[in-house]
């Protein structure tokens, strides 16, 4: 028993005679005629009662309600595997860090999806260490994030620089300065992310090259959500700049001097998984094109 079979079947109680459903189908009446035999053979039950006008048998009106679910469903099949070998459906499971989680990748995957309306993609938000460790794991198909630790299997393909910029209250005694360096924080309460994040140890690096007393801490586990922190008096940050497009009433924005605390951001997978999967191919293939600058652009337009 195939689809195809299935389908005459079906073709032929739908158009009331076998010499009409071979005609629909483009089959010779022969062909039409040996299929339903075949069937009731491999089914040992006789399902028409042929004459002047097809009769469904008891078994062949059970098997007609049953076998139009079937032949609906392998049609559904049928059509998504094509669309995945085309590459034009699938299913894929796609990582991202924020800020570009919240800030970005909304607007990138409407637009991918407006290209390719079959693909299923899942969108998973976590740290890089996190998201490193769900695709070694096969857990995820490919991330968006910053580059991994050395040593972890992982391939890395870079595409944008995410920029940061040094967010202060108001009244605080620094936002008087147009100049701050990473010495002047010195003495000031910093706001930071967790202990495993990547911004956070080039942040620190950064800092302890430049000396002095240990720096007062507090840690706020989400980057994006810094700048409320900062607002609300709790400390500096340093923060993406695409989330201050504009800056919360009541901070300012200020550049730090020296070294720049700048996370490179790209494409990330197993090395096992390069070259990536068709659908995830398309994806990766969409976000290299993109131009990410003009993406932060649309954000500081829209007042996000």
């Not at 071979?22 to 069937?39: F, G, H, N, R």
């Not at 009662?49 to 032949?71: D, N, P, Y």
């Not at 094509?82 to 894929?92: A, N, P, Q, T, V």
């Given at each position: 028993m195939d689809l195809k079979t299935l389908k005459t079947f079906q073709t032929i109680v739908s158009a009331g005679s076998f010499n009409k459903a071979a005609d629909e189908l483009k089959y010779a009446q022969s062909t039409v005629t040996m299929q339903i035999q075949k069937?009731?053979?491999?089914?040992?039950?006789q399902l028409i009662e042929?004459?002047?006008?097809?009769?469904?048998?008891?078994?062949?009106?059970?098997?007609?309600?049953?076998?139009?679910?079937?032949?609906?469903?392998?049609?559904?099949?049928?059509?998504?595997?094509?669309?995945?070998r085309s590459g034009d459906g699938g299913r894929i499971r796609i990582g991202?860090?924020?800020?570009?989680?919240?800030?970005?990748?909304?607007?990138?995957?409407?637009?991918?999806?407006?290209?390719?309306?079959?693909?299923?993609?899942?969108?998973?938000?976590?740290?890089?260490?996190?998201?490193?460790?769900?695709?070694?794991?096969g857990e995820l198909d490919l991330a968006l994030c910053s580059a991994p630790e050395l040593g972890e299997q992982l391939y890395f393909e870079p595409l944008f620089t995410e920029t940061f910029a040094l967010l202060l209250p108001g009244q605080h005694p620094l936002a008087y300065k147009e100049e701050i360096t990473a010495e002047d924080l010195r003495g000031h309460r910093l706001l930071i992310t967790a202990?495993?994040?990547?911004?956070?140890?080039?942040?620190?690096?950064?800092?302890?090259?430049?000396?002095?007393?240990?720096?007062?801490?507090?840690?706020?586990?989400?980057?994006?959500?810094?700048?409320?922190?900062?607002?609300?008096?709790?400390?500096?940050?340093?923060?993406?700049?695409?989330?201050l497009n504009p800056p919360p009433h009541g901070t300012v924005q200020r550049t730090?001097?020296?070294?720049?605390?700048?996370?490179?951001?790209?494409?990330?997978?197993?090395?096992?998984?390069?070259?990536?999967?068709?659908?995830?191919?398309?994806?990766?293939?969409?976000l290299q094109e993109q131009d990410y600058g003009t993406i932060g652009e649309q954000f500081k337009s829209i007042g996000v």
């Amino acid at each position: 028993m195939d689809l195809k079979t299935l389908k005459t079947f079906q073709t032929i109680v739908s158009a009331g005679s076998f010499n009409k459903a071979a005609d629909e189908l483009k089959y010779a009446q022969s062909t039409v005629t040996m299929q339903i035999q075949k069937l009731e053979a491999d089914l040992g039950v006789q399902l028409i009662e042929r004459g002047k006008q097809i009769t469904l048998t008891e078994a062949g009106r059970l098997f007609h309600e049953q076998s139009r679910f079937i032949v609906s469903d392998m049609e559904r099949l049928y059509s998504s595997m094509e669309d995945i070998r085309s590459g034009d459906g699938g299913r894929i499971r796609i990582g991202v860090t924020d800020p570009t989680a919240s800030y970005r990748f909304p607007q990138l995957l409407q637009a991918f999806l407006d290209c390719f309306p079959k693909m299923d993609v899942s969108v998973e938000i976590a740290g890089t260490a996190a998201l490193s460790k769900q695709l070694q794991h096969g857990e995820l198909d490919l991330a968006l994030c910053s580059a991994p630790e050395l040593g972890e299997q992982l391939y890395f393909e870079p595409l944008f620089t995410e920029t940061f910029a040094l967010l202060l209250p108001g009244q605080h005694p620094l936002a008087y300065k147009e100049e701050i360096t990473a010495e002047d924080l010195r003495g000031h309460r910093l706001l930071i992310t967790a202990v495993n994040c990547p911004y956070r140890k080039k942040l620190e690096s950064v800092l302890q090259e430049s000396g002095g007393p240990p720096l007062d801490t507090r840690v706020i586990g989400s980057m994006t959500a810094l700048k409320y922190y900062v607002a609300a008096g709790l400390g500096i940050a340093l923060v993406p700049g695409i989330v201050l497009n504009p800056p919360p009433h009541g901070t300012v924005q200020r550049t730090l001097q020296g070294k720049t605390i700048d996370m490179v951001c790209g494409i990330l997978c197993r090395i096992s998984d390069y070259p990536l999967k068709v659908a995830s191919a398309r994806l990766a293939q969409f976000l290299q094109e993109q131009d990410y600058g003009t993406i932060g652009e649309q954000f500081k337009s829209i007042g996000v």
